[in-house]
């Protein structure tokens, strides 16, 4: 049973192109999180999805930043735009359940020049 | 509000020490679950205890152990017997539970980093 997967582990993107994040949750797991790691702070919650619906996206930025969760195919965080401020890395969680524990795949690097 | 708090910023001890990383939360629920995740300088984060809020039994696992404290809302975490693999970053986190209405998103503590010197 593989792992959460993410990809791509790094990202380069120039201010104004866009930034897609993918994460395959582990298998049997339909809940997925998505939280972002700014230099030197902790993680901070982004959105929650469950298959096809957006749970709660009470830490997704107003602007920029979307998520989903297709019915077929991994998850997709995306960042519009991008910002030096969106340099981070972003991780994907998965879960069976809301209150099981959540493994988290290696992350997504994220620079933007 | 939930919050976590892990006040050590930063630790150093020298191999073969025990270290105990303090993480303190808040939360207004009775039902919540705590967490510990492991982030070594490779980046990924690993989990290592889930802990319920009915359940203050301490756990022990090898020579990692925990002591959750519901009276001073605590769940610190030992390692006893420090190696140098241990040097990681280490986040505390909370997740609420409120039956149908539970996420599980986890709030974070600000993570302690561990240096275990040879």
């Known amino acids: 049973n593989a792992g959460v997967m993410q990809n791509p582990r790094h990202l380069v993107r120039r201010r104004g192109q866009e930034a897609r994040l993918r994460c395959s949750p582990m298998k049997g797991h339909s809940h997925v999180y998505w939280y972002r790691q700014l230099p030197e702070e902790g993680l901070k919650f982004m959105v929650y999805l469950q298959k096809e619906n957006i749970i709660d996206e009470s830490g997704m930025p107003k602007e920029r930043f979307s998520a989903e969760f297709p019915k077929e195919g991994p998850s997709i965080l995306r960042i519009q735009q991008v910002v030096r401020g969106d340099s981070a890395a972003y991780f994907c969680?998965?879960?069976?359940?809301?209150?099981?524990?959540?493994?988290f795949g290696q992350g997504t690097r994220l620079t933007v020049v | 509000a939930q919050k976590v708090t892990q006040a050590q910023t930063e630790i150093s001890v020298v191999e073969k020490e025990d270290v105990t990383l303090d993480c303190v939360y808040e939360?207004?629920?009775?039902?919540?679950?705590l967490f510990w995740y492991k982030q070594p300088p490779s980046g990924e984060l690993v989990f290592l205890i889930r802990r319920n809020s009915f359940d203050e039994q301490n756990e022990i696992s090898g020579r990692y152990s925990w002591n959750f404290q519901k009276s001073t809302s605590s769940f610190n975490f030992t390692i006893t017997a420090s190696q140098v693999v241990d040097s990681a970053v280490y986040f505390c986190a909370l997740s609420e539970a409120r039956g149908s209405g539970n996420t599980g998103k986890l709030i974070f503590g600000q993570g302690t980093t561990l240096q275990v010197k040879p």
């Open positions: 939360t207004r629920d009775t039902t919540y679950y």
């Open positions: 969680a998965s879960s069976p359940l809301p209150t099981a524990e959540a493994f």
